[in-house]
T-cell receptor
Framework: QQQVKQSPQSLIVQKGGISIINCAYE??????FPWYQQFPGKGPALLIA?????SEKKEGRFTISFNKSAKQFSLHIMDSQPGDSATYFC????????????FGIGTKLQVIP | ETGVTQTPRHLVMGMTNKKSLKCEQH?????MYWYKQSAKKPLELMFV???????ENNSVPSRFSPECPNSSHLFLHLHTLQPEDSALYLC??????????????FGPGTRLTVT
């Protein structure tokens, strides 16, 4: 059972455009929603994360939007650059103790010049 | 070395071989994880160790055997694998117990091919 559904699986965006990746979760016990970025040959690295008590969090060109009632959250990458080309994973977990993180399937983003 | 390191980076093994993957974290963390990453699938959590004690075994076949001799080192011993076990195996670490969510730091992974 896929507890975190992510779409699209692949995305091509022109340089300067907005990249949008959507995720939905089922377990209402989740209270921490990180996004990871993975470049080829590297492990995933935390990009940005949000708690459900806020509806939006922005860090530079990256913004998470969170809709608790719909159990959905999304990543927006503004002014997308070729260096943003990577695979992005949304995830969800519960606070407390070690982190048992449930990941989405991943979105391969390609930003073309 | 900094962060989380994994060796080897690439491994090709036959179905009857026995091999081991090694992970080392230089972050002072107390929790370590093994994940399996396959194409078009979410990352699958395999094992979790917290303070060297195994706290999670996500229904992983016995042909995968983890070992955590101390908080900095984690091994994954492999034997009689199947071709469907070919994947990228990722190690991660994080801080220990607490109420705050703790970031997981991943290593670069070992690309395993079972022939």
């Amino acid at each position: 059972q896929q507890q975190v559904k992510q779409s699209p699986q692949s995305l091509i965006v022109q340089k300067g455009g907005i990249s949008i990746i959507n995720c939905a979760y089922e377990n209402t016990a989740f209270d921490y929603f990180p996004w990871y970025q993975q470049f080829p040959g590297k492990g995933p690295a935390l990009l940005i994360a949000i708690r459900p008590d806020v509806s939006e969090k922005k860090e530079g060109r990256f913004t998470i939007s969170f809709n608790k009632s719909a159990k959905q959250f999304s990543l927006h990458i503004m002014d997308s650059q070729p260096g943003d080309s990577a695979t992005y994973f949304c995830a969800a977990s519960r606070s407390g103790g070690y982190q048992k993180v449930t990941f989405g399937i991943g979105t391969k983003l390609q930003v073309i010049p | 070395e900094t962060g989380v390191t994994q060796t080897p980076r690439h491994l090709v093994m036959g179905m009857t071989n026995k091999k081991s993957l090694k992970c080392e974290q230089h972050l002072g963390h107390n929790a370590m994880y093994w994940y399996k990453q396959s194409a078009k699938k979410p990352l699958e959590l395999m094992f979790v160790y917290n303070f060297k004690e195994q706290t999670e075994n996500n229904s992983v076949p016995s042909r995968f055997s983890p070992e955590c001799p101390n908080s900095s080192h984690l091994f994954l011993h492999l034997h009689t694998l199947q071709p469907e076990d070919s994947a990228l195996y990722l190690c991660a670490s994080s801080q220990d117990w607490g109420t705050a969510p703790y970031e997981q730091y991943f290593g670069p992974g070992t690309r395993l091919t079972v022939t």
